[in-house]
T-cell receptor, first 116, second 112 residues
Framework: DARVTQTPRHKVTEMGQEVTMRCQPILGHNTVFWYRQTMMQGLELLAYFRNRAPLDDSGMPKDRFSAEMPDATLATLKIQPSEPRDSAVYFC??????????????FGPGTRLTVL | GQQLNQSPQSMFIQEGEDVSMNCTSSSIFNTWLWYKQDPGEGPVLLIALYKAGELTSNGRLTAQFGITRKDSFLNISASIPSDVGIYFCAGRVAGANSKLTFGKGITLSVRP
């Protein structure tokens, strides 16, 4: 039963600290998405990659957030420096796209981030 | 940008009842997806719809892609306590690189 995995599941940190969240997409999936979920805003797309190349990161605050895919099995989302307003659940999702057809996204369990 | 509307925010039903949720958009979508999120977990895909008018079932769940392509419906029949959760609709416009837009979700409570 293939699943997207995310680490850590929970992270509590102090304002100003760097936070790194990791995601392992489902083997064979070529698209990876990072979402942020809050009560007020719901699910917001931060960035997404296809075949490890960043396609869109317009939803991400560029000054403090960065997303990368060092290889096909690892995606990272970093926040530096973190701020209390970054507190949220961060989800990674993966999917497979071929021939221009829409991919279906499968979500990981999320990282719950609390910035004090 | 595209927006998806789901209302009401919360629904309360009795176990055994049927429930219907709808999702409307300001744009025409080529794909509609319905997800369910349990507490502390990520959204799980329930049903995917790719064609206007399409009606698809998954157990007690049935979803339809509206003819206008601006709406979709999810029906749950004979609800059970484990149906509790947040139900999200999501849609995508045409284009290989287009993004999924999510609704704000409907929180469903089922009274035993």
């Amino acid at each position: 039963d293939a699943r997207v995995t995310q680490t850590p599941r929970h992270k509590v940190t102090e304002m100003g600290q760097e936070v790194t969240m990791r995601c392992q997409p489902i083997l064979g999936h070529n698209t990876v998405f990072w979402y942020r979920q809050t009560m007020m805003q719901g699910l917001e797309l931060l960035a997404y990659f296809r075949n490890r190349a960043p396609l869109d990161d317009s939803g991400m605050p560029k000054d403090r957030f960065s997303a990368e895919m060092p290889d096909a099995t690892l995606a990272t989302l970093k926040i530096q420096p973190s701020e209390p307003r970054d507190s949220a659940v961060y989800f990674c999702a993966s999917g497979r796209t071929s021939g221009g057809l829409a991919d279906t996204q499968y979500f990981g369990p999320g990282t719950r981030l609390t910035v004090l | 940008g595209q927006q998806l509307n789901q209302s009401p925010q919360s629904m309360f039903i009795q176990e055994g009842e049927d429930v219907s949720m709808n999702c409307t958009s300001s744009s025409i979508f080529n794909t509609w997806l319905w997800y369910k999120q349990d507490p502390g977990e990520g959204p799980v895909l329930l049903i995917a719809l790719y064609k206007a008018g399409e009606l698809t079932s998954n157990g007690r769940l049935t979803a339809q892609f509206g003819i206008t392509r601006k709406d979709s419906f999810l029906n749950i029949s004979a609800s059970i306590p484990s149906d509790v959760g947040i139900y999200f609709c999501a849609g995508r416009v045409a284009g290989a690189n287009s993004k999924l837009t999510f609704g704000k979700g409907i929180t469903l409570s089922v009274r035993p």
